[in-house]
């Protein structure tokens, strides 16, 4: 039921940067945390990292360890991925989620959120 907006997206050259921002609605996030996954076209969705609310614990798929990072902040409800060393292999549609609670599998299943934005395009030129 949370609305999340996504911003931050644009074009960039290999080995860039660029801070993605998600921001969700309401006075205070109560969930169990908050996930990026991205989209690539004709690919399925896949996982990027997330965070767990209560003490900001991280998870990240493997290909992004190192180069991503994801912070939140409690007072504004927003939470930040920070991507560094761009590949081309990043681009794709980014999208916010939200877990409301612990439920489904894990972080990596998609099925486990049940808000989503609208997502912001990352474009990594080579």
């Known amino acids: 039921q949370v609305q999340l907006v996504e911003s931050g997206g644009g074009l960039v050259q290999a080995g860039g940067s660029l801070r993605l921002s998600c921001a969700a609605s309401?006075?205070?996030?109560?969930?169990?945390?908050m996930g990026w996954f991205r989209q690539a076209p004709g690919k399925e969705r896949e996982f990027v990292g997330a965070?767990?609310?209560?003490?900001?614990?991280?998870y990240y798929a493997d290909s992004m360890k190192g180069r991503f990072t994801i912070s939140r902040d409690t007072a504004k409800n927003t939470v930040d991925q920070q991507m560094n060393s761009l590949k081309p292999e990043d681009t794709a549609v980014y999208y916010c989620?939200?877990?409301?609670?612990?439920?489904?599998?894990?972080?990596?299943?998609?099925?486990?959120?049940?808000?989503w934005g609208q997502g912001t395009q990352v474009t990594v030129s080579s």
């Open positions: 989620a939200a877990r409301s609670k612990v439920t489904g599998s894990s972080w990596y299943d998609l099925r486990s959120y049940d808000s």
């Open positions: 965070i767990r609310w209560n003490d900001g614990y991280t």
């Open positions: 309401g006075r205070t996030f109560s969930g169990y945390g």
